[in-house]
T-cell receptor, first 110, second 114 residues
Framework: GQQVMQIPQYQHVQEGEDFTTYCNSS?????IQWYKQRPGGHPVFLIQ?????EVKKQKRLTFQFGEAKKNSSLHITATQTTDVGTYFC??????????FGKGTKLSVKP | AAGVIQSPRHLIKEKRETATLKCYPI?????VYWYQQGPGQDPQFLIS???????DKGSIPDRFSAQQFSDYHSELNMSSLELGDSALYFC?????????????FGPGTRLTVL
């Protein structure tokens, strides 16, 4: 079945350092979505990428969708303690459901 | 803005008991998804409904069933509960017409099976 691989599983950074998480799918995705889940919270939608090669920015966050629509990345510039949480990518499957990656848990040391 | 509502927020059951989780989607959203998230795990897709019909089925055990009602709310029924069913259960809704559109997650129901 369709799978979405996400790395790294954990990332510890010093406040002010950059952070990147990567997702890779075994099949072409209709779209890729990114969610953030704070400890004890629920996944919160961040962004959706649909077009091949698409790049979107939200303040310090930059999202990219690969040309083949099989991979994506989220880059955070100059992390802050408020960025702490688990970042999930989720690929649009062929049946309309979302296929979640395992998530990258980000911790930021002040 | 109205969000997805889930009830109850916490539920404690004994092994072999049954549980019913409820989900009220964002108004005018036509698709509901159920996910199970174990500790430190990613959300695992269980089942989805579009316009009150089952649209996709994931890793939902046979002991579980779900439906979407005429007012678009959904219920996840879980029978013969096992210890391994302890998890966070999220409901998400979207207005994407059954396609992989943006999903808005509810706060979740934390189920503990003793």
């Amino acid at each position: 079945g369709q799978q979405v691989m996400q790395i790294p599983q954990y990332q510890h950074v010093q406040e002010g350092e950059d952070f990147t998480t990567y997702c890779n799918s075994s099949t072409t995705l209709s779209n890729i979505q990114w969610y953030k889940q704070r400890p004890g919270g629920h996944p919160v939608f961040l962004i959706q990428l649909v077009k091949s090669g698409e790049v979107k920015k939200q303040k310090r966050l930059t999202f990219q969708f690969g040309e083949a629509k099989k991979n994506s990345s989220l880059h955070i510039t100059a992390t802050q303690t408020t960025d702490v949480g688990t970042y999930f990518c989720a690929g649009g499957g062929s049946q309309g459901n979302l296929i979640f990656g395992k998530g990258t848990k980000l911790s930021v040391k002040p | 803005a109205a969000g997805v509502i889930q009830s109850p927020r916490h539920l404690i059951k004994e092994k072999r008991e049954t549980a019913t989780l409820k989900c009220y989607p964002i108004p005018r959203h036509d698709t509901v998804y159920w996910y199970q998230q174990g500790p430190g795990q990613d959300p695992q897709f269980l089942i989805s409904f579009y316009e009150k019909m089952q649209s996709d089925k994931g890793s939902i055990p046979d002991r579980f069933s779900a439906q979407q009602f005429s007012d678009y709310h959904s219920e996840l029924n879980m029978s013969s509960l096992e210890l391994g069913d302890s998890a966070l259960y999220f409901c998400a809704s979207s207005g994407g017409g059954g396609r992989a559109d943006t999903q808005y997650f509810g706060p979740g129901t934390r189920l503990t099976v003793l």
